[in-house]
């Protein structure tokens, strides 16, 4: 006996008359109406409850959710999204101490509508990362914008494997032995790296000439590190950094401006 939308109801109905019969055989019926008998007597049971009115389909949805994100922490992942709408479900987890999974932070977020659907359908990518720290390291300058007192020129180093940001560095110029002198900070505190890949930009290397060697260059690769440069006009060959360095500049440097060096420094330690 087929099945639609307008008859389910009516079919219900003679299925209950039927059935209600003092020598209706019930298992028979429900071979008749194509149901099993778990369904046939469920539906007994409903119509001596409630009548006519009980077979009405009903929804499926549970009363209660007991996995349901809590409204306070829905609101604590609200309110940081408002104050810093560019952090995403992982950080906004970890500043939370994973009280929330970061999924369900996405969730949240899209449930509020504080995620923009995106516009164009993303295509699929493999990500590439190294077997472990230190083995590759990204360097770059995010390029340099005016203070009341100079300019900036933020100095970034980001780990390959982890993509944990190694140091931001508030410099005045662009120069090797500005460079220099606080990679070797840097070394100090995390060690020495297989390897380096930069861009074709001074103080690391030559526009005019890609892959030229330079002073720098060979400082590094005198303590052991090779030295590695992206294609030219190739900026995904350094993906990892200039990812990080579209947050840096959504989250610390947009709508802001800064009078020294210090007050720069201090914005990147604490947003580091």
């Not at 008749?32 to 539906?43: A, L, M, V």
């Not at 119509?47 to 009405?56: H, I, M, T, V, Y």
């Not at 949805?61 to 810093?84: M, Y």
């Not at 000439?209 to 303590?223: A, D, K, M, Q, Y």
Request: overall charge positive.
């Amino acid at each position: 006996m087929p099945w639609n939308v307008r008859n389910a109801m009516s079919l219900k109905e003679e299925f209950v008359s039927l059935a209600r019969q003092p020598d209706a055989n019930i298992r028979e019926l429900c071979r008749r109406f194509s149901i099993s008998p778990q369904t046939g007597y469920k539906w007994l049971r409903r119509f001596e409850q409630g009548g006519s009115a009980a077979l009405q389909e009903r929804s499926r949805r549970p009363a209660s959710s007991p996995r349901l994100t809590e409204a306070a922490l829905e609101a604590e992942v609200v309110a940081l999204r408002q104050e810093h709408p560019a952090w995403g479900g992982r950080t906004i987890s970890s500043l939370l101490s994973k009280r929330i999974a970061p999924s369900t932070v996405t969730n949240v977020l899209h449930r509020h509508e504080l995620i923009q659907s995106p516009e164009k359908a993303r295509e699929a990518r493999l990500r590439f990362e190294h077997d472990a720290p230190n083995d590759l390291w990204q360097m770059d300058f995010k390029g340099h914008f005016a203070l009341q007192q100079g300019r900036c020129h933020p100095l970034t180093i980001l780990d390959d494997h982890s993509r944990f940001n190694l140091a931001i560095h508030a410099c005045d110029n662009e120069r090797g032995t500005t460079v220099k002198e606080k990679m070797t900070e840097v070394f100090q505190r995390y060690g020495l790296p297989l390897r380096i890949n930069v861009d074709n930009g001074a103080p690391w290397g030559s526009p005019r000439n890609p892959g030229e060697v330079t002073e720098l260059s060979i400082w590094l690769i005198r303590l052991g590190i090779q030295i590695s440069f992206s294609r030219p006009y190739h900026p995904q060959t350094n993906g990892k950094i200039e990812r990080f360095h579209r947050s840096l500049k959504a989250e610390v440097l947009d709508g802001r401006q800064f009078s020294t060096l210090v007050q720069a420094q201090t914005a990147f330690d604490r947003w580091r």
